[in-house]
């Protein structure tokens, strides 16, 4: 008999199923980057690719989907995706928290960041059955990562929320360690996953 579990992993391939996310996820990629916008427009150019950190998350997701729909896959792609997806996604959760903590409202776009960033999370989780990435892939999207850290914490192109600007010093604390956390999950995820094609069902 299969489980429950188990057909819930096969709807979440099912092709028109995958579509409709790859059409929410890229959505959301471009929302994201128009959100970014004003702070892309003070930023050192040199610093542009490491400042919108969601959007470019969702974009690696989205180009995830994009190719389990066409029969293909890239697990350097694969591995990015799950390790920002978790993370940023789970940040952008807590810093909405804090901000509400220490402004009492966060209005309800604030409300709507704290609902899609939890479901960038979630999305990744929910998927974790399907990737086929190797530890070279994760050891490549860690590097990434904690590259991006240092330039947000030490350099200073971390996403501004000016509510919490004194609490910068704890927030790269904590940054460093849910990167941390999110590399170690991806490691478990390539040492689940037998490598295998991936099946995409069509209606």
């Not at 899609?116 to 590097?143: E, K, P, T």
Request: aromatic fraction near 18%.
């Amino acid at each position: 008999m299969i489980s429950f579990m188990q057909k819930i992993s096969a709807w979440l391939m099912f092709r028109p199923f995958l579509f409709l996310l790859f059409l929410i996820n890229l959505g959301g990629t471009v929302y994201g980057f128009i959100w970014y916008k004003w702070q892309l427009d003070i930023t050192e150019p040199k610093f542009l690719i490491f400042v919108p950190d969601s959007p470019t998350a969702s974009l690696f997701f989205t180009i995830v989907l994009g190719l389990w729909l066409i029969g293909k896959r890239n697990g350097l792609v694969e591995a990015l995706a799950v390790v920002t997806l978790i993370k940023y996604g789970l940040w952008a959760v807590v810093m909405n928290l804090l901000t509400l903590i220490e402004t009492g409202s966060i209005g309800w776009m604030g409300w709507m960041l704290i609902g899609s960033h939890f479901a960038m999370a979630l999305q990744a989780v929910l998927y974790m059955d399907h990737y086929r990435f190797g530890w070279l892939s994760v050891s490549i999207a860690a590097i990434w990562t904690l590259h991006n850290d240092v330039i947000d914490y030490v350099f200073g192109q971390m996403p501004i929320y000016r509510s919490l600007a004194a609490y910068s010093a704890q927030i790269g604390y904590f940054t460093f360690w849910l990167s941390i956390a999110c590399i170690a999950f991806a490691f478990f995820i390539a040492h689940l996953n037998k490598p295998r094609g991936v099946s995409v069902d069509h209606a």
